[in-house]
């Protein structure tokens, strides 16, 4: 039973270019989260997704970055005309269908973004 | 709104010594508290959590950590470090009184435990 898998693990973009993350969620899990990690900060909470529908998109910036979650394939976070300051690790957790208020989050191993 | 605080940057300690990794919370209902793990270039990994019951929670790896209503705090402890304990450690807390789905996690300390 695979975990959360996210790829590419590394992308190299240039500032201007786009960047597309993906995340397939553990089998039977319907919820997805987008996390931001960037040193001496911690996780920050960006999106909470459920499939078709973004639940609370709260901690995405206003512009330049989207999230989906369609009905057939993997979550993807779509970060258009990356600035050096988008440069962090981005990782996907995920929770099965139900009552997620105890859920545990499953993370995947996280995509690393450099912008150069 | 729901927060979580760790003080401690960083924790060193000598293996086989006791460990204790620090998280105080707020929240306007009741806490649901998760601790996880983070090995280099790794996602996170769970621990253990609590959600009602006993205030003492065992978790994985030997690690357990103790709900403390009044001082709001969920301190994750271990009674004797292994150099492979070495790692960095996110305390999370969402609000189990109907508020937000999302948990919110701490900046994480890293621990460092020396041979």
């Known amino acids: 039973n695979a975990g959360v898998m996210q790829n590419p693990r590394h992308l190299v973009r240039r500032r201007g270019q786009e960047a597309r993350l993906r995340c397939s969620p553990m089998?039977?899990?319907?919820?997805v989260y987008w996390y931001r990690q960037l040193p001496e900060e911690g996780l920050k909470f960006m999106v909470y997704?459920?499939?078709?529908?973004?639940?609370?998109e709260s901690g995405m910036p206003k512009e330049r970055f989207s999230a989906e979650f369609p009905k057939e394939g993997p979550s993807i976070l779509r970060i258009q005309q990356v600035v050096r300051g988008d440069s962090a690790a981005y990782f996907c957790?995920?929770?099965?269908?139900?009552?997620?208020?105890?859920?545990?989050?499953?993370f995947g191993a996280g995509s690393r973004l450099t912008v150069l | 709104a729901q927060s979580v605080a760790q003080p401690e940057d960083q924790v060193n300690v000598a293996e086989g010594n006791p460990l204790t990794v620090k998280c105080t919370y707020s929240?306007?209902?009741?806490?649901?508290l998760f601790w996880y793990v983070q090995y280099p270039n790794r996602g996170l990994q769970f621990l253990l959590k609590?959600?009602?019951?006993?205030?003492l929670v065992k978790g994985s790896y030997g690690f357990e950590a103790e709900f403390n209503k009044s001082q709001t705090s969920f301190h994750l402890k271990k009674p004797s470090a292994l150099v492979s304990d070495s790692a960095l450690y996110f305390c999370?807390?969402?609000?189990?009184?109907?508020?937000?789905?999302?948990?919110?996690f701490g900046r994480g300390t890293s621990l460092i435990v020396h041979p």
């Open positions: 957790a995920s929770s099965p269908l139900g009552t997620p208020t105890a859920n545990v989050l499953t």
């Open positions: 089998k039977g899990h319907s919820h």
């Open positions: 997704l459920q499939k078709e529908n973004i639940i609370d």
């Open positions: 929240v306007s209902g009741n806490p649901y």
């Open positions: 609590y959600i009602t019951g006993d205030n």
């Open positions: 999370a807390v969402r609000d189990g009184g109907g508020g937000s789905y999302i948990p919110t």
